[in-house]
């Protein structure tokens, strides 16, 4: 396989991936003689609710059983690309993925809103191809991964991408 059409490839792949309940105890002590209101629990901070912009992108790919390319590990910045999140109340998402042309590949620019649902640590967007897995979210970054296993051209495919994010608001 080519240099050219494995990053032809890629950026198809990237591009089609981009189309990622806190429980909260109080503990109370009782006494007889304590005449102290017992408070209010309070909900839990969502996090995930806000806009996200991604800091970068980390790819692992595997075709056949072969690592032809892996950067899960590596410090890597988003090399021209955009990629952000609005995630609101009504568990709609606004999203946008900027991928700029290469030598082999057009530009891939899109935009929309769909919705997403929260189940623990899984994210799922409505019509993407694999929900994410939240490793890290918190007031300021979010860290996305997703695995990925498909059938192209006869050959199996497993893509892994790790997406970090910083909260603009």
């Given at each position: 396989?080519?240099?050219n059409?494995?990053?032809?490839?890629?950026?198809?792949?990237?591009?089609?991936?981009?189309?990622?309940?806190?429980?909260?105890?109080?503990?109370?002590?009782?006494?007889?003689?304590?005449?102290?209101?017992?408070?209010?629990?309070?909900?839990?901070?969502?996090?995930?609710?806000?806009?996200?912009?991604?800091?970068?992108?980390?790819?692992?790919?595997?075709?056949?059983?072969?690592?032809?390319?892996d950067?899960l590990?590596?410090?890597?910045?988003?090399?021209?690309?955009i990629k952000?999140?609005?995630?609101?109340?009504?568990?709609?998402?606004?999203?946008?993925?900027?991928?700029p042309?290469?030598?082999?590949?057009?530009?891939?620019?899109?935009?929309?809103?769909?919705?997403?649902?929260?189940?623990?640590?899984?994210?799922?967007?409505?019509?993407?191809?694999?929900?994410?897995?939240?490793?890290?979210?918190?007031?300021?970054?979010?860290?996305?991964?997703?695995?990925?296993?498909?059938?192209?051209?006869?050959?199996?495919?497993?893509?892994?991408?790790?997406?970090?994010?910083?909260?603009?608001?």
């Amino acid at each position: 396989m080519c240099f050219n059409h494995l990053i032809t490839l890629m950026k198809k792949i990237y591009s089609y991936l981009s189309i990622t309940a806190f429980s909260f105890l109080t503990l109370t002590a009782c006494s007889s003689d304590d005449n102290t209101p017992t408070p209010e629990p309070q909900q839990p901070t969502n996090y995930l609710l806000g806009k996200w912009n991604a800091t970068s992108t980390h790819m692992k790919l595997v075709i056949d059983g072969e690592v032809v390319l892996d950067e899960l590990d590596k410090e890597t910045t988003m090399r021209g690309m955009i990629k952000t999140y609005e995630f609101k109340n009504d568990n709609t998402v606004n999203h946008y993925t900027y991928i700029p042309a290469g030598t082999n590949t057009e530009e891939v620019d899109r935009h929309g809103t769909t919705t997403y649902e929260r189940n623990g640590n899984q994210l799922i967007l409505k019509n993407y191809p694999a929900p994410y897995s939240i490793l890290l979210l918190d007031d300021k970054k979010m860290q996305l991964h997703t695995k990925d296993e498909f059938e192209y051209d006869g050959k199996i495919y497993i893509l892994e991408n790790l997406d970090k994010f910083e909260r603009v608001k």
